[in-house]
């Protein structure tokens, strides 16, 4: 059971206690080259080869999920599943899907994510505003 550390890592290491299998996280990292998720070197050994579920608490564009994926595919672990509390939308369902992901979520809910370009509210020229405003 590997989550994202800073989303779904609290509800994951639940769901591990739960099934009594091993936790573990991918630590979020940030340099010149973008975004990264890393995963400690402590997990290595009990994650290399090994059957694994990716497990978040929501999950709408799914980049930390992805993000996740990538980073157990190159230690050499075998990604098989997604849950989550929540899936907003379907954009990260394409991405599961063609990496052969069973998907698994309490709650789906739909969630539209536009170009600046197609977004309905941006071409009706209403401004941003801030929840705190």
Not at 19 to 33: K, Q, S, Y
Not at 56 to 75: H, Q, V, Y
């Amino acid at each position: 059971m590997v989550a994202p550390l800073v989303g779904g890592a609290l509800v994951a290491e639940m769901v591990a206690a739960e099934l009594d299998v091993r936790f573990a996280f991918a630590e979020r990292r940030t340099d010149a080259g973008g975004v990264t998720y890393v995963i400690p070197d402590a997990f290595h050994d009990h994650l290399r080869g090994c059957p694994v579920a990716i497990i978040d608490d929501a999950i709408n564009a799914g980049s930390a999920t992805r993000a996740t994926f990538a980073a157990l595919t190159a230690l050499g672990a075998r990604p098989i599943a997604v849950g989550a509390l929540l899936i907003l939308g379907e954009t990260a369902l394409t991405h599961f899907a063609v990496n052969k992901l069973a998907v698994e979520a309490i709650a789906r809910l739909p969630n539209d994510l536009w170009e600046p370009a197609t977004c309905p509210m941006c071409a009706a020229g209403e401004p941003l505003n801030s929840p705190s405003a």
